[in-house]
């Protein structure tokens, strides 16, 4: 075993460890300090709404303006001015510029914070809130304001085919084969503020600890219910306990 502890790694030389690769997942745990709700928690967004009625295809088709209404409302609320980045948004994107080696971050948040963190590189499996989609020519385009069963796609020109450039249940998450090869490369897995109730994100785990040179760390508020499957996890607050970690794994840890 190289470490058996998060805090271990403090106390070995860098050149040691036989970290290359590092994936990370997130969660809305980790956007959740910055004002945006998670799904799950009490007072989640699924606690609130009906995900049948909002975030499926079929839901699309048979009420796009209650469709368009919800995430309206999630992109004008991602935009105002009190939602921002926090320690932990800041600490990954830190992590991805002074890491030697590689660092994937795969996110299932839709919201842009890694970005705005300064993360230059993100790969989005849920898609993001702040782009559109045309179903009929595939045409992926910023938008920041209001979609209406009325808006019309740029390219094709075809109304009412423009849809929030999210994936629905359902629907198949995007970047997969970027993401396995990822895994695939991977040295340590650290799965961050998700409930791990989603698949397939939720099984990344299980298919990287098939490759046993990979260590599994769980960041998280508290234990879920797959926390089992984890070499190690570490309790609390996104914002507090990210920034350590990332300052143990870049070795930036005072002494004492
Ligand atoms: P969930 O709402 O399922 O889980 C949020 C997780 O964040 C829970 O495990 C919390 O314990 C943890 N958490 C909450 N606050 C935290 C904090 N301040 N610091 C650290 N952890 C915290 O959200 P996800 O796992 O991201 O998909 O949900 C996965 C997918 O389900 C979402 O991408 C979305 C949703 O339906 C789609 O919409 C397709």
Redesign the pocket.
């Given at each position: 075993m190289i470490w058996s502890r998060i805090g271990r790694i403090a106390d070995l030389p860098t050149n040691v460890l036989p970290i290359t690769t590092i994936v990370i997942l997130?969660?809305?745990?980790?956007s959740?300090?910055s004002g945006l709700d998670?799904?799950?928690?009490r007072g989640?967004?699924?606690s609130r709404v009906n995900?049948e009625d909002l975030?499926t295809p079929q839901a699309f088709h048979r009420d796009p303006a209650q469709v368009h209404a919800f995430y309206n409302d999630r992109r004008a609320r991602l935009q105002q001015p009190d939602i921002q980045p926090n320690p932990?948004h800041l600490a990954l994107a830190r992590l991805q510029r002074d890491w030697p080696g590689e660092v994937v971050l795969v996110t299932?948040?839709?919201d842009d914070l890694h970005e705005r963190a300064g993360t230059p590189r993100v790969i989005h499996m849920?898609?993001e809130l702040l782009k559109a989609r045309c179903e009929q020519c595939g045409l992926i385009l910023p938008w920041l304001g209001p979609l209406s069963v009325v808006s019309k796609c740029p390219a094709c020109r075809d109304y009412g085919r423009l849809r929030p450039h999210?994936?629905?249940?359902g629907e198949v998450?995007l970047e997969l084969p970027r993401i396995y090869d990822a895994l695939a490369r991977a040295d340590l897995f650290v799965s961050?503020?998700?409930?791990?109730?989603?698949y397939p994100?939720a099984g990344f785990v299980g298919h990287v600890r098939s490759e046993a040179k990979v260590r599994c760390v769980e960041?998280?508020?508290?234990p879920?219910s797959g926390s089992g499957q984890f070499d190690e996890s570490d309790y609390?607050?996104?914002?507090l306990?990210l920034p350590a970690f990332v300052d143990r794994l870049l070795g930036r840890v005072p002494p004492g």
């Open positions: 997130t969660g809305a745990g980790v959740q300090e998670t799904f799950r928690d989640g967004v699924w995900l975030a932990a299932q948040n839709v849920h898609g999210v994936v629905w249940f998450p961050i503020g998700t409930s791990g109730s989603v994100a960041l998280n508020l508290e879920q609390g607050p996104a914002s306990i």
